[in-house]
Structures are given as structure tokens and as C-alpha cells.
């Protein structure tokens, strides 16, 4: 029998060490990089957001919200997933408040997945998705997109749905869908949600989608999986206030559902942290209230940094796909001498001063993706500027001038 004391992390959590983004924001601080790595902003929530979060703590609201969230923000979300989406979430029974995103995820994973049971993931894929699939003892099935073709880099990242069909099987339990998709920053067409609704239907699938980039969309739109035909009584629709309204360490999201998937949900979410940050969750109430100016003024800034961002990676002579939402836009560095994305990421912050995540870090097989490396544009302005000044001294010289 093994030695226990070695390694006492169960075998299904073997190999889930530090996070590429932790590891990447720990070399920005070593070497005071640049920080395009880590999709966190550098700027503080609208002032109103921020007013409102000092308004809850004054009043009080010290103590353990109720498990499935304050009233007043389950009230919020329900209004804003009708006002932007046309769905209705009844408060009460339909909607529970997470510590983030992420444990919305984990929560819905836990609650609705048999050991051996698989869940289909798009690739690249979110770390958290793996890690969570893996604690459950289900099965991780990979779908990967397939990124533009050079002469298109502005087309996006597909969905192939032979393989989709391909990755359904007999102990497929549920699809478990991010668009906007991070890293690449796609946004799935209507025509792709559709074709997966279909097959939901077609194979008595459930789903669970991850929209926290749902207002950064800056190229087409997005639609909720969920309001296509037969997907509002078998989908579970994850979002949350941190990338909106830019304060993803308050980790205020939300999981809506029917009825009994949200009895399943939040059976498992009061087992991991019960309830938390009560007075921001008042504040969120407030803030997803505000005028659609402040969400669209929200999505502005970040078009317009990714625009800034993208015209200085092509100045400095690399390609870069296009990014229709998100935080972050994928480059290409091979022109820059590196044809390996990871290798590259973790020699850039000591040697040019810069940190980025390798999108290696998100598939199985490198191989397709090796030199692509992704960076985060939800930065000051200066900030921007200072990052694609330091890449630029990778560029061949005629570039530079």
C-alpha cells in the first residue's frame, strides 16, 4: 500500500496543481511585469456599484445571508435575466446566489453528475471545468474548436458538430457550455446554440452554461442556450456581476434554473460555502439595476482596449485572431521566434518584462496550438500601451520602426 503521507490528494486530483493564471500573475509580481495574463481589471466598479456596496456594510449587513442569496438580489437577477433575455426566473424557486461563477459551476456539477457519468466541454477549455468534472468522478469528453484559417484570423473559432455528435454517448448526463468562450472569445452563433439544443433534446441532455462575458460582447450577440426550444426546463444559466461590472474579487454569481434542477443546485452549493458577502450581494442587487448606458459604456471601454491591444500586437508582427467578447484575445507569437506558447509565457515576464497564459493550458494536445498564447485587455489604457511597447522589442526591425 502506498505511502499516504507522500501524497494523501485523492488520485482523481492528482495533477490539478497551482493555476496557469496564478502561476503567470505570480512571475508579473517576481519580476513587476506587465500583467496581461490574469483576466482581472485594473480599475474600479462604477461608482455607483462601489457607493452602493459602502451603503450595505453602513446599514449593517454583517451577517449570513439567507443559503439561496438576499431577496433583494435574487429579485435583481431575475429582473435582469427578463429585461436582457426575455427569460423568466421565478426569485424564489428558480434562482440561488454563488460565492462566483465558478462555485455556480461546481455546485451544478456535484448535484447533477453520477460518478462515471460524462459531460461534454468545449476546447479549449476553462481549468475549473476539468478540476470540477474530476471531483465529481464524472468524465471529461473534449470537443475542440476550430480556430480561423489564416487568411480569415477575424472569423473565429467554429463549433465542428460532427464532433460534438461525435462526443455524445450513452453516459452522457449534460453539455457544459462557456460562450462568450474564454480564452478564445468567441461567441457561439445561433445557429451553434440551436444545433446543441437540438441534440439536448434529441439525447435528454442537460446543460449548464457559464455567460459571465454575457455584456462583453463587442462583434454580434449573445442568446442564453436557454431560451431556445426545450432548453429552459433541462438548462442551468451561470453568470455573475465580477467581469460586468468589473469586480471580480467581490464573487457575487448566480445560477438559474427550473425548479428541481435548482433544488439539486442548491442542495450541494449550501455544503460549500452556505452563503457570503451579504453586503455585496446587496450592492449587486443595486448594480443590476442600473441603465443599459452603463452597460454598454462598460463594453465600450473594453472594445475599445481590445482594439488598442490587437492593432499593437500586429504592429509588433504577429497575428491575431479575433476576439467577438471577452477579456482576451489570442496572438500567435511563432514570428517571434517561439514556437512554444507555454515556454514563451514563462520566459516574457523576467526577460521583456510582460505576462501572458499560453492557450496550451487550456487543451489535452498542445500540438494545434502551441505558439498561440493569450492576453488579457481589461487593462488602463497606459497599461496597454507599456505591454505592447515592451512586445514590440520582439519584432523584427523593420516592424519596430
Not at 515576464?349 to 487550456?362: D, M, Q
Request: charged share 20%.
Amino acid at each position: 500500500m502506498p505511502d499516504t503521507r507522500d501524497d494523501p490528494l485523492v488520485t482523481r486530483l492528482r495533477g490539478f496543481g497551482t493555476t496557469i493564471f496564478s502561476e503567470m500573475t505570480a512571475l508579473a509580481m517576481e519580476h513587476d511585469a506587465v500583467n496581461l495574463g490574469q483576466g482581472f481589471p485594473d480599475e474600479d466598479p462604477p461608482a455607483p456599484v462601489v457607493a452602493a456596496a459602502h451603503e450595505a456594510i453602513d446599514a449593517g449587513h454583517h451577517q449570513y445571508a439567507p443559503g439561496p442569496g438576499v431577496p433583494a438580489l435574487r429579485a435583481a437577477i431575475s429582473a435582469h435575466q427578463r429585461r436582457f433575455h426575455g427569460l423568466g426566473f421565478d426569485p424564489d424557486t428558480e434562482v440561488t446566489v454563488t460565492f462566483g461563477a465558478t462555485e455556480a459551476v461546481a455546485a451544478t456539477i456535484l448535484a447533477l453528475c453520477e460518478r462515471d457519468d460524462e459531460v461534454v466541454v468545449l476546447e479549449p477549455t476553462y481549468d475549473a471545468y476539468t478540476a470540477v468534472i474530476a471531483m465529481a468522478g464524472a468524465v471529461e469528453r473534449r470537443v475542440p474548436l476550430t480556430p480561423p484559417p489564416p487568411g480569415d484570423l477575424d472569423a473565429g473559432w467554429r463549433l465542428d458538430l460532427d464532433r460534438f455528435d461525435a462526443a455524445i454517448g450513452p453516459r452522457t448526463r449534460l453539455v457544459l457550455l462557456n460562450s462568450p468562450h474564454n480564452p478564445t472569445g468567441t461567441v457561439l452563433t445561433a445557429e451553434e446554440l440551436a444545433a446543441i439544443a437540438e441534440r439536448c433534446v434529441a439525447h435528454d441532455l442537460l446543460a449548464v452554461t457559464d455567460e459571465v462575458y454575457e455584456h462583453l460582447v463587442f462583434d454580434g450577440s449573445h442568446r442564453p442556450l436557454a431560451s431556445f426550444p426545450g432548453m429552459a426546463e433541462r438548462t442551468v444559466t451561470i453568470s455573475s456581476a465580477g467581469k460586468t461590472f468589473s469586480a471580480t474579487g467581490w464573487k457575487i454569481g448566480w445560477a438559474c434554473a427550473a425548479p428541481a434542477l435548482t433544488t439539486a443546485v442548491r442542495t450541494t452549493k449550501q455544503f460549500l460555502s452556505f452563503a457570503g458577502g451579504t453586503p455585496l450581494q446587496h450592492a449587486v442587487a443595486r448594480a443590476l439595476a442600473l441603465p443599459d448606458e452603463v452597460y454598454d459604456d462598460l463594453a465600450n471601454v473594453h472594445r475599445r482596449r481590445r482594439d488598442l491591444l490587437a492593432a499593437g500586437l500586429r504592429a509588433a508582427g504577429v497575428p491575431v485572431m479575433g476576439s467577438a467578447a471577452t477579456y482576451f484575445l489570442v496572438a500567435d507569437v511563432a514570428p517571434w521566434g517561439h514556437d512554444d506558447g507555454e515556454a514563451f509565457c514563462r520566459w516574457a515576464p523576467g526577460a521583456i518584462g510582460v505576462a501572458a497564459v499560453p492557450v496550451s493550458a487550456f487543451v489535452g494536445d498542445a500540438g494545434p496550438v502551441r505558439s498561440l498564447v493569450r492576453f488579457a485587455f481589461c487593462k488602463r489604457d497606459e497599461v496597454l500601451e507599456e505591454g505592447v511597447a515592451r512586445l514590440r522589442m520582439l519584432a523584427p526591425e523593420d516592424a519596430r520602426r
